[in-house]
């Protein structure tokens, strides 16, 4: 019996459209293995590249910062500190740099095909999750080398990780919409990205910010995920309420003005891309 697809108006822009979404979750599911494929194709190391980036990045932290520098750690072993900060950030730039750029290296199958367009930067943003993954096992067997030992508060990990998600998705849709139309956006991501970075605490604690940036510096969804991610693994400090707060309501705020520019621009992406 032949599939018939009818195809509708959308009656509100934040209409995620849920339903549609899982619809397509074969060619989800897809997406997200080819860009995990591509990722280490023809490569000697395969995933071995989800620990080693950070794991190199924590050691050039360790000596520049930790030992050069003398930034504190609250407490926690330098290398522990600093590889618990790369882990999510290293999530968080990874989904924004491919996620941003995914509409446009999708062009083939987005001029060609009907399917939900959300669910290109979707994937997008969901396959670094595999990386977070693997490194999180590196993890675990740091925090054994070292004698510290998980509590209750890994439970809320998943919600953490989930709030990554949402919070480089929430980017990326902006991005992305924007890159199909004026390509100079690939060409900021990277800069976006590495300012990004130096202003989240990745290498230093948030008790180094001054008081009265506090508020200003609470606006980086990255510092919430990265004091979190630190929070339920390392059983550092709970993140006071107010600065966790605005970056949820920075990330939701992102998010659904990111789903209303997404839906009122996907109708040109054919055209334009």
């Not at 397509?24 to 023809?42: A, I, S, T």
């Not at 001029?111 to 930067?121: A, E, G, Q, T």
């Not at 060409?187 to 506090?214: D, E």
């Amino acid at each position: 019996m032949e599939q018939v697809i009818r195809i509708e108006p959308r009656r509100s822009l934040l209409r995620v459209g849920w339903a549609e979404i899982w619809a397509y979750r074969e060619l989800f599911g897809f997406l997200v293995w080819r860009d995990v494929k591509v990722r280490y194709k023809q490569t000697a190391l395969g995933a071995a590249w989800a620990v080693l980036q950070p794991a190199l990045s924590m050691v050039v932290f360790t000596f520049v910062f930790g030992r050069f520098a003398g930034i504190p750690s609250d407490g926690i072993p330098y290398p522990l500190f600093s590889f618990a900060g790369l882990l999510p950030w290293q999530y968080l730039a990874s989904a924004v740099s491919r996620s941003g750029q995914s509409v446009v290296a999708s062009s083939n199958l987005v001029s060609k095909v009907y399917f939900p367009r959300l669910i290109v930067p979707l994937a997008a943003a969901a396959a670094p999750l595999v990386d977070l993954a693997v490194g999180l096992v590196f993890m675990g067997g740091m925090m054994a080398w070292y004698s510290v030992v998980p509590s209750w508060r890994l439970l809320a990990l998943p919600a953490i990780v989930a709030f990554a998600l949402l919070a480089g998705l929430s980017i990326s849709l902006w991005l992305s919409a924007l890159n199909v139309r004026y390509r100079d956006v690939m060409y900021l991501i990277p800069f976006f990205v590495q300012i990004w970075m130096f202003l989240s605490p990745v290498a230093y604690p948030s008790s180094l910010v001054p008081a009265k940036w506090k508020t200003l510096f609470a606006l980086n969804p990255a510092a919430g995920i990265l004091d979190s991610f630190r929070w339920a693994l390392l059983g550092e400090k709970a993140p006071a309420p107010q600065s966790l707060v605005p970056s949820i309501v920075v990330v939701a705020a992102l998010l659904a003005g990111g789903i209303l520019y997404f839906h009122a621009t996907e109708d040109t992406f054919s055209d334009v891309i």
